[in-house]
C-alpha cells in the first residue's frame, strides 16, 4: 500500500503558513510480528498540535521534523499479523496526518462502528468530549443550578461542554465568533449567547447575558486574552475556572502581558484550575456512562467541519485558528 503523509518542514512561532507543512508518498512495509497495516478514514486536527510546532517540549515532544506528524486517527485494519486484531476492524491511534500505516498494535484500541459514527471517537466521545467532561466536572465541580460561561463554544470542546453542562442542570452563557456560530449555540441549548467579535465590551456583555442567571459562577476558559480578562471582571467572589486552553495566545511570536486584573484572582478568592485530558484517564468510565446516558435522552447533538483529502490537512488545522470550524475540525480521507 502506498501512503500520503504530512511531514513539518521546520518548527516556528507566530502564525501559521502553508509553507510549514510537505506532503510526500511512502510505500508501506508489510505488517511485522505483532503490527497491522491501517487505512486511515478519519484524522483529527487539534489545536494542542500548534504547541508541538515550536520545537520546544512542554507536556508532549515536539513534532520530528521531516518524519510524518502524528495525531487522533481513526482507521480499517487492511492487513494484520497481531494477536486479537482482524482485517476489516476498525481501530483509533495517533498515527494521523497520513493516509495510512503499518505499526505495532500495542496501544492501538479497536472501535464498535455499529455504536457510533466513527468520526465521533474523534470528536465528542473521544478526548474532546472528555476534555469538556473533565473541566465541568473536576476542574470547576459544576453544581445543579449555576451557572457556566463557555468560551469558544462553538467549537469542539466547547459545545460537547455546553450540553453537558446543561445536562447537568446548569445555565450557560457562550460566547463564540460571528452569527452562524451563536445561532449553533443556542440551537445546543446555551440560555444565552454573545458574539464577542460583535461586542466591544465583552465583560459588559457577558455580565448582561447573566443578569437573569444571577450571574457567573464559573468559566470554562477555551480562549485567554481578553476572554480571560473579561472573564475575572465578570465572574463572582468564590468562582472557578477550569484553564483548558489559551488558543488566542498560540500563534504569539512573543508572550504579551497577560490580564492586567490579576488582583481579581485575589480580591474574589477565584479558584482556576489548569489540566491536560490525558492526566485524567481514570474519569473514562463516568465520563462514558454519562455520556450514554445524555446521549440516549437525545440531550447530545454533534455538528462536524469537515475537509476532504490527505493534502487538505494543513488547511483544516489552520482555520482553527481562524474560526472555520463550527463543532469537531475533521478530515475526512
Ligand atoms: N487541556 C486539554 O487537555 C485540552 C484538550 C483539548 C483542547 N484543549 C483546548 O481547548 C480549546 C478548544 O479546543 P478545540 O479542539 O475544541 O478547538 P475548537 O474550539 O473546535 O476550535 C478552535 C476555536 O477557537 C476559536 N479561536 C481561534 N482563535 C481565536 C482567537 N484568537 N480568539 C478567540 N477565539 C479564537 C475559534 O472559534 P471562534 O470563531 O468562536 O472564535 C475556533 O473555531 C483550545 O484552547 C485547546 O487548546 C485543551
Known sequence: MKSREIHLTQHFTGPVKPDYFEMTEVDLPDPGEGEIQVKNAWLSVDPYMRGRMIGIKTYVDPFRIGAPMEGGAVGQVIKSNADGFAEGDWVMSMNGWREGWTGSAAGITKLDANLLPLEAYLGVAGLTGMTAYIGIKRMIELKEGE????????????????????????????????????????????????????????????????????????????????????????????????????????????????????????????????????????????????????????????????FEGIDKTPEAFMGLFTGQNIGKMLVKL
Not at 446548569?170 to 452562524?180: K, L, N, P, R, S
Open 147 to 306: 451557572t457556566l460561561w463557555m468560551s469558544a463554544a462553538a467549537g469542539a470542546v466547547g459545545s460537547a461542554g455546553v450540553q453537558f453542562a446543561k445536562a447537568m442542570g446548569a445555565h450557560v452563557i457562550a460566547t463564540a465568533g460571528g452569527a452562524e456560530k451563536t445561532a449553533f449555540c443556542s440551537e445546543i441549548g446555551a440560555d444565552a449567547v454573545v458574539d464577542y467579535k460583535a461586542v466591544d465590551d465583552l465583560a459588559g456583555a457577558v455580565r448582561e447575558a447573566a443578569k437573569p442567571f444571577g450571574g457567573v459562577d464559573t468559566y470554562f476558559e477555551n480562549v485567554g486574552g481578553d476572554h480571560l480578562q473579561a472573564a475575572l471582571d465578570v465572574i463572582k467572589p468564590f468562582g472557578r475556572i477550569a484553564a483548558c486552553g489559551m488558543i488566542a495566545r498560540y500563534n504569539d511570536d512573543t508572550p504579551l502581558p497577560g490580564p492586567t486584573n490579576l488582583t481579581q484572582i485575589v480580591a474574589k478568592k477565584l479558584t482556576i484550575r489548569g489540566f491536560i485530558a490525558p492526566d485524567h484517564f481514570d474519569i473514562y468510565e463516568s465520563f462514558v456512562s454519562d455520556l450514554s446516558s445524555w446521549m440516549m435522552a437525545g440531550k447530545v447533538k454533534t455538528r462536524d467541519t469537515v
